[in-house]
Protein backbone atom coordinates (compact mmCIF):
# COMPACT_ATOMS: atom_id res chain seq x y z
CA UNK A 1 0.00 0.00 0.00
CA UNK A 2 1.41 3.61 -1.36
CA UNK A 3 0.07 6.00 0.31
CA UNK A 4 0.13 9.96 -0.39
CA UNK A 5 -0.08 12.52 1.96
CA UNK A 6 -0.58 16.26 0.76
CA UNK A 7 -2.19 19.33 2.00
CA UNK A 8 0.99 20.97 4.47
CA UNK A 9 2.08 24.39 4.68
CA UNK A 10 2.57 27.48 7.35
CA UNK A 11 -0.22 29.59 8.86
CA UNK A 12 0.08 31.41 11.26
CA UNK A 13 -1.76 30.88 15.27
CA UNK A 14 -5.27 30.34 14.57
CA UNK A 15 -5.34 29.48 11.17
CA UNK A 16 -6.68 26.45 9.28
CA UNK A 17 -5.29 23.54 6.72
CA UNK A 18 -6.47 20.30 5.66
CA UNK A 19 -4.44 17.39 4.82
CA UNK A 20 -5.22 14.49 3.01
CA UNK A 21 -3.77 10.58 2.54
CA UNK A 22 -4.92 8.76 -0.54
CA UNK A 23 -3.38 5.43 -2.14
CA UNK A 24 -3.37 4.96 -5.92
CA UNK A 25 -3.30 1.28 -6.21
CA UNK A 26 -5.02 0.30 -2.86
CA UNK A 27 -8.46 0.66 -1.68
CA UNK A 28 -8.34 1.87 1.75
CA UNK A 29 -11.60 0.88 2.85
CA UNK A 30 -10.02 -2.23 4.42
CA UNK A 31 -8.39 -0.11 6.59
CA UNK A 32 -8.08 1.53 9.82
CA UNK A 33 -6.53 5.00 8.58
CA UNK A 34 -4.09 7.28 11.20
CA UNK A 35 -2.65 10.25 11.14
CA UNK A 36 0.57 11.21 13.40
CA UNK A 37 3.26 13.58 14.03
CA UNK A 38 6.48 14.38 14.64
CA UNK A 39 8.22 17.03 15.56
CA UNK A 40 12.25 17.96 15.12
CA UNK A 41 13.62 15.58 18.33
CA UNK A 42 10.48 13.76 19.11
CA UNK A 43 8.94 11.04 18.39
CA UNK A 44 6.30 9.82 16.57
CA UNK A 45 2.73 10.67 18.24
CA UNK A 46 -0.74 9.84 17.62
CA UNK A 47 -3.42 12.58 16.24
CA UNK A 48 -6.10 10.99 15.63
CA UNK A 49 -7.73 7.38 13.88
CA UNK A 50 -11.08 6.25 12.04
CA UNK A 51 -12.71 3.09 11.14
CA UNK A 52 -13.17 1.58 7.89
CA UNK A 53 -16.76 2.78 7.53
CA UNK A 54 -16.18 6.13 9.23
CA UNK A 55 -18.34 5.36 12.29
CA UNK A 56 -15.57 5.67 14.75
CA UNK A 57 -12.73 8.62 15.51
CA UNK A 58 -10.63 8.53 18.47
CA UNK A 59 -8.55 11.68 18.79
CA UNK A 60 -5.04 12.54 21.03
CA UNK A 61 -6.54 15.18 23.61
CA UNK A 62 -3.76 17.86 22.61
CA UNK A 63 -5.77 17.98 19.05
CA UNK A 64 -9.47 17.02 20.42
CA UNK A 65 -12.03 19.68 19.52
CA UNK A 66 -9.88 21.30 17.01
CA UNK A 67 -8.74 18.82 14.46
CA UNK A 68 -11.27 16.55 12.24
CA UNK A 69 -10.62 13.57 11.18
CA UNK A 70 -12.51 12.21 7.75
CA UNK A 71 -12.65 9.72 5.10
CA UNK A 72 -14.46 9.63 1.79
CA UNK A 73 -14.05 5.68 0.64
CA UNK A 74 -15.53 6.68 -3.05
CA UNK A 75 -12.78 8.79 -3.39
CA UNK A 76 -10.72 6.53 -1.60
CA UNK A 77 -8.87 9.47 0.70
CA UNK A 78 -9.00 10.24 4.51
CA UNK A 79 -8.31 13.74 5.53
CA UNK A 80 -7.85 15.99 8.80
CA UNK A 81 -9.27 19.26 8.88
CA UNK A 82 -6.91 21.41 11.34
CA UNK A 83 -8.63 24.31 12.96
CA UNK A 84 -7.02 26.61 15.70
CA UNK A 85 -3.63 25.87 14.62
CA UNK A 86 -1.14 26.34 17.59
CA UNK A 87 2.45 26.61 17.20
CA UNK A 88 3.00 23.31 19.17
CA UNK A 89 0.74 21.71 16.55
CA UNK A 90 4.04 22.18 14.12
CA UNK A 91 5.81 19.22 12.81
CA UNK A 92 5.83 16.64 9.66
CA UNK A 93 2.50 14.78 9.41
CA UNK A 94 1.79 11.14 8.20
CA UNK A 95 -0.54 9.27 7.32
CA UNK A 96 -0.80 5.58 7.83
CA UNK A 97 -3.38 2.67 7.19
CA UNK A 98 -3.82 -0.63 9.95
CA UNK A 99 -4.98 -3.91 8.91
CA UNK A 100 -7.78 -4.05 12.10
CA UNK A 101 -10.37 -3.44 13.52
CA UNK A 102 -10.06 -1.96 16.31
CA UNK A 103 -8.65 1.68 16.46
CA UNK A 104 -5.16 2.39 15.83
CA UNK A 105 -2.66 4.55 18.21
CA UNK A 106 0.43 3.14 18.25
CA UNK A 107 2.91 3.64 15.80
CA UNK A 108 4.08 -0.04 15.47
CA UNK A 109 0.60 -0.48 15.25
CA UNK A 110 0.35 1.08 11.91
CA UNK A 111 1.28 -1.39 8.60
CA UNK A 112 1.69 1.22 6.12
CA UNK A 113 3.18 4.67 6.12
CA UNK A 114 2.69 7.25 4.20
CA UNK A 115 5.61 10.16 3.45
CA UNK A 116 5.42 13.10 5.45
CA UNK A 117 3.80 16.44 4.72
CA UNK A 118 5.15 19.50 6.81
CA UNK A 119 2.60 21.42 8.46
CA UNK A 120 4.37 24.66 10.34
CA UNK A 121 2.75 26.95 12.55
CA UNK A 122 3.99 30.64 13.32
CA UNK A 123 3.25 32.59 16.41
Known amino acids: VQLQAFGGGSVQAGGSLRLSCGASRSDLSWYVMGWFRQAPGKEREFVAT????????LYATSVEGRFTISRDNAKNTVYLQMNSLKPEDTAAYYC?????????????????WGQGTQVTVSS
Open 50 to 57: ISQNGSRT
Open 96 to 112: GASVSVALRTKTYEVNY
